[in-house]
């Protein structure tokens, strides 16, 4: 008697439980699995292109991708897609270069020796073209301070003009590298970039014997020819004074002045004079 009661009791306490698992917390009938979830990757907006003089040989891509504060491009198959084509534009047309803008934000921290996190982007992305077979010499890298990253860089073809004329580029790439100085000065006080870059040089030419530096001093076009040239030329001297205390061998280094005849950009604004207050340091 007292086994059928305890047998009813346990009874009693199952269907109790089952009834509360089932109705009251409505864990029975089918099970539900749930998904993980997570963050939707952003889309990426399909108008990268690369422009040549206002036409889009190519065009429709996929824009490419930079964490902050990341030179590393988070590269897509699209993107790789695009950047096949434009290695197959470069070959097809070997008389073109191609400039690469990379777009920062003002608060982004650049840790290399370009002056800002867009160059540096936009050298990543010339490796890249560089691995597909295309010579470092035909790029041309600028950066440029945006308001968001939804472009992260672009491309333009740099086409010779018909009279062959173009003007001096004054983009940086680790082989070259440009100085600016104030209105009729020379007095060179180096970035922290600089700085960088000029570590970068020593160490360089230690590996590689046969390279030589080449130093040009440019000016506006403010005063007279001759005065320029001789501007240039004591800028010029500052730079190598600065690259042989760092540890250059000065029998490596060449210095010269092309004074206001070798512009980077119009005179006329007091814009283009300051681009045109300058030293190019070339490696040869």
Not at 28 to 47: D, H, L, Y
Not at 83 to 88: P, S
Not at 168 to 184: H, I, L, M, V
Not at 249 to 272: F, L, M, V
Request: net charge positive; hydrophobic share 35%; with cysteine.
């Amino acid at each position: 008697m007292r086994g059928l009661i305890l047998l009813l009791l346990l009874g009693g306490l199952f269907a109790s439980g089952y009834w509360y698992e089932c109705y009251v917390l409505e864990h029975c009938g089918e099970t539900k699995v749930e998904q993980p979830t997570t963050p939707n990757a952003p889309v990426r907006a399909s108008n990268l292109g690369l422009n040549e003089n206002g036409k889009l040989p190519l065009n429709g891509y996929e824009q490419f991708a930079f964490a902050a504060n990341s030179n590393s491009p988070n590269l897509s198959a699209n993107n790789k897609k695009f950047l096949d084509e434009a290695a197959k534009y470069m070959k097809a047309n070997p008389d073109h270069k191609l400039k690469i803008t990379g777009y920062y934000l003002k608060n982004e921290k650049n840790k290399d020796s370009y002056d800002n996190m867009g160059i540096s982007r936009a050298a990543e992305i010339r490796k890249l073209l560089v691995a597909r077979g295309i010579k470092a010499d035909r790029f041309d890298l600028r950066g440029e301070i945006a308001g968001n990253l939804n472009t992260p860089a672009r491309f333009d073809a740099i086409v010779p003009s018909k009279d062959g004329k173009k003007l001096a580029t004054t983009a940086q790439t680790f082989e070259d590298r440009t100085y600016y100085f104030d209105y009729n000065s020379d007095k060179f006080v180096p970035t922290t970039q600089f700085k960088l870059y000029t570590k970068e040089v020593v160490e360089y030419l230690k590996q590689d014997k046969s390279k030589r530096v080449s130093v040009i001093g440019h000016t506006d076009a403010d005063g007279s020819d001759d005065g320029n040239l001789a501007l240039g030329r004591k800028r010029a001297r500052m730079i190598r004074k600065y690259l042989v205390d760092s540890g250059v061998s000065s029998s490596r280094i060449k210095i010269s002045s092309q004074g206001e005849r070798q512009p980077a950009a119009t005179n006329d604004t007091d814009a283009g004079k300051a681009k045109n207050r300058r030293v190019n340091v070339q490696l040869k």
